[in-house]
């Protein structure tokens, strides 16, 4: 049965590599948008950042970690709250590009995505007419082609080279049950240690539905595989955010929201910011007599090691 403090933590995915400025102009795109969007959703209640950055000049996925730096210090300076850096970066990225902003920064925590697997965004492509950006509809269309590399040598690399050198730990991203079986075989080889936060993904073509029966399943094997040995949180993509993280949070998960997972705060509403979205399962999860766990909190309960020992 996975760990349940009492509390729900609440991460914040700020911007991703998913969602091209077309999308939305509320998505953060420059250094000094991640970081004044990072810091609201920090105040606003999440306990984890979830960061990706952006070339300012056109809004596209970049793995700099110069430009990872404009926004790390600023984010550490304000808030409380634990920085988890990407190490899946973006569509196209060489797994040496993915890791240069985390080994530079030294973070308490990482993403890492636990296999390799078909990752469209081609079906976004039905929505637009045109677009500001030419990379955008590349972007777009090149999914339809591609595969998230994530093989077991690129996972063992990052374990050492990041985890067991830096004392880094990880968001461990599990999109199918697949990924589940992938942690576990670490697990058993003791390349990866308890407490784990294992994230599951649903809505994500490539990856398991969207369906409040595969939730239910995904933490069903999660408890087999890990036991108490294990923090379980939900994220869903697109209008399937809010309602499967709220039934995750009534199972007794943690949450992630964040306008890389989903644009929207309603139905046709774009959201204007990632904090609105944090405010709006802040309001659900209290309404449900669940509380919501602060950075100190979410630290303890995960084992890291802490914000003084960043290099950011």
């Not at 973070?107 to 390799?116: A, D, I, R, V």
């Not at 677009?131 to 595969?147: A, C, M, P, T, Y």
């Not at 003791?190 to 539905?209: E, H, M, N, R």
């Not at 959201?271 to 602060?294: D, F, G, H, P």
Request: with cysteine.
């Amino acid at each position: 049965m996975a760990r349940n403090t009492g509390k729900v933590i609440i991460t914040c995915a700020v911007t991703g590599s998913i969602h091209t400025p077309t999308m939305s102009p509320y998505l953060p795109l420059t250094p000094d948008d991640v970081a004044a969007q990072a810091i609201e959703a920090a105040e606003a209640g999440a306990a984890i950042l979830h960061l990706h950055a952006r070339d300012a000049k056109d809004g596209r996925p970049t793995p700099d970690p110069a430009v990872f730096m404009q926004f790390l210090p600023r984010i550490k300076q304000a808030t409380d709250a634990v920085v988890n850096i990407t190490t899946g970066g973006g569509h196209g990225m060489t797994l040496q590009e993915r890791l240069a902003a985390p080994l530079a920064a030294s973070p308490e925590m990482c993403s890492l995505n636990m296999g390799s697997m078909n990752f469209g965004l081609f079906p976004m492509l039905n929505r637009y007419k045109d677009f500001k950006h030419d990379w955008e509809r590349q972007h777009l269309e090149n999914s339809r082609d591609f595969i998230f590399r994530n093989t077991f040598k690129d996972i063992e690399y990052v374990l050492k080279n990041l985890g067991e050198a830096h004392g880094t730990r990880f968001e461990f991203e599990c999109y199918d049950v697949g990924h589940l079986y992938n942690l576990a075989h670490f697990l058993e080889r003791g390349l990866v240690k308890p407490p784990l936060f294992v994230q599951t993904i649903f809505g994500i073509l490539g990856g398991i539905g969207p369906d409040p029966e595969n939730v239910v399943h995904m933490k069903t094997i999660a408890d087999k595989l890990f036991g108490d040995d294990y923090c379980w949180s939900v994220l869903a993509g697109g209008r399937h955010q809010l309602p499967l993280i709220t039934v995750a949070a009534i199972m007794g998960g943690n949450v992630r929201v964040g306008l890389e997972d989903s644009l929207y705060i309603g139905k046709g509403q774009l959201a204007k910011s990632n904090a609105e979205q944090v405010r709006r399962i802040r309001t659900i999860l209290e309404n449900l007599s669940l509380e919501i766990a602060t950075p100190a909190e979410a630290r303890a309960g995960l084992a890291l090691k802490g914000g003084d020992r960043v290099t950011f």
